[in-house]
């Protein structure tokens, strides 16, 4: 059984950064970790996606040059370091694990609960 569980989020201003981290236990080995979100009325997206041995990355053209996406083999964690956050990148985040390495949401079998960030204006 895998189980994933994010934390990091909060209230921030824009232009604050912050960190969410992606705690991931069990038999996790996958192709893919990502990070998706879903703002509120609106589907959900991908932000960030990485290989399993962190050599190739996607990153949704919002968050370019802003988010990074990595990971800590020796804790089991991948994490999405956000800087120069803005109002539109209010939304829960969820981190996921998938079996192909891709932005598409749909080849991730593993979901984590979410974790909401709030960018004030």
């Known amino acids: 059984q895998v189980q994933l569980v994010e934390s990091g989020g909060g209230l921030v201003q824009a232009g604050d950064s912050l960190r969410l981290s992606c705690a991931a236990s069990g038999r996790t080995f996958r192709t893919a970790m990502g990070w998706f979100r879903q703002a509120a009325g609106k589907e959900r997206e991908n932000v960030a996606v990485?290989?399993?041995?962190?050599?190739?990355?996607i990153y949704a053209d919002s968050v370019k040059g802003r988010f990074t996406i990595s990971r800590d083999n020796a804790k089991n964690t991948f994490y999405l370091q956000m800087n120069s956050l803005k109002p539109e990148d209010t939304a829960i985040y969820y981190c996921?694990?998938?079996?192909?390495?891709?932005?598409?949401?749909?080849?991730?079998?593993?979901w984590g609960r979410g974790t909401q960030v709030t960018v004030s204006s």
């Open positions: 990485m290989t399993w041995n962190g050599a190739g990355t």
């Open positions: 996921a694990l998938g079996r192909q390495f891709t932005a598409d949401g749909g080849y991730y079998d593993y």
